[in-house]
């Protein structure tokens, strides 16, 4: 069966710090991982995805993830935060790609303060 | 991307009556649709994978005489909560996959249901 764990609920940073947001997987084959946002009352859009290709992923609004196998890791990346990026991120994962079910974690909320 | 709709985006109703909330792919055809329920502040769970043309496929726990969901085109997804109780307010979101071609699934905007 595959799971993803976000570690922390609530992510704060200050304004124009480093973002880390955690995610761990498990997952009996190789995964597909993706990384979304969901700001308020609205669904989900995608900021980046993992599917075997390089490790470390670039996506939109300047975010980025790595892929590291021996830590079953997907950790999420921002080297400066902006206003903007508060909101509700989750981590999933998928045996078939974006054509697979979505196994989502329980997602971290991020806070910018000014 | 591609974009998906949901109607209404918010609904309420009174417990004992049924809703019905449509999934619209705009702009291409989805080969296949989910449904998700998102509880406040917690994660979004797929309730059922609809392929068009075919019976949906429910997940563990979901009651399908309760939740009815209808593929009947490749550009509409229909779920119908029947008999609705206070339990089942929540967030329903509806995601779509166009085939080949498509690196991901696009999610619509979310229907807020709320049963009195």
């Known amino acids: 069966a595959q799971s993803v764990t976000q570690l922390g609920s609530h992510v704060s940073v200050s304004e124009g710090a480093l973002v880390l947001l955690r ?20 669904g989900l859009q995608l900021l980046l995805k993992y599917t075997s290709a390089a ?3 670039k996506g939109i609004n300047g975010f980025e993830a790595e892929f590291k196998k021996s830590e079953t890791s997907f950790h999420l ?38 | 991307g591609a974009v998906v709709s949901q109607h209404p985006s918010w609904v309420i109703c009174k417990s004992g009556t049924s809703v019905k909330i449509e999934c619209r792919s705009l ?38 005489d309760k939740f009815l969901i209808n593929h009947a085109s490749l550009t509409l997804s229909t779920l119908t909560v029947t008999s609705a109780h206070p339990e089942d ?28």
């Not at chain 2, 085939?99 to 905007?109: M, V």
Request: aromatic content about 16%; charged content about 15%; glycine content about 8%.
């Open chain 1, 23 to 42: 995610c761990n997987y498990s997952s009996s084959v190789p995964p597909y991982l993706f990384w979304y946002v969901q700001y308020p009352n609205q």
């Open chain 1, 55 to 57: 490790t470390l992923v």
């Open chain 1, 77 to 114: 990346t921002k080297p400066s935060a902006h206003m903007s990026d508060a909101a509700e991120y989750f981590c999933a994962v998928s045996k078939r790609g974006s054509q697979g079910n979505l196994i989502f974690g329980k997602g971290t909320k991020l806070s910018v303060k000014p």
């Open chain 2, 27 to 64: 702009d291409f055809q989805a080969t296949t649709m989910f449904w998700y329920r998102q509880f406040p502040k917690q994660s979004l769970m797929l309730m059922a994978t609809s392929n068009e043309g075919s019976k949906a496929t429910y997940e563990q726990g979901v009651e399908k």
């Open chain 2, 89 to 116: 307010s929540s967030f329903y979101i509806c995601s779509a996959w166009g085939g080949r071609g498509y690196n991901e699934q696009f999610f619509g905007p979310g229907t807020r249901l709320t049963v009195l």
